[in-house]
């Protein structure tokens, strides 16, 4: 992976960090670079998720490939939510 790429999942992490915990009702009590960070996780695994599944490439944007990746977030980002309020 190049740099380019490297940056390129970082910004897509950000989006997919956010927008997963914006799905989720209620407040959080995680950071922002916790977001972020399950938001790059979610968005390495939807891609090579939708890779298997076969609707990683399509004609336009990847809607599937998007739902995949922010629900994977949701989860990720309610479950770190769930680890943090045990402290």
Known sequence: MEVT???TAIVIGII???LGRLVLPGR???GILWTI???IAAALVGTALAGELGVADTNGPDWIEWLIQI???AVGVAALDRAMARR
């Open 5 to 7: 790429g490297i940056i």
């Open 16 to 18: 997919i960090g956010v």
């Open 28 to 30: 959080q009590h995680i």
């Open 37 to 39: 960070t399950v938001g």
């Open 71 to 73: 629900a994977l977030a």
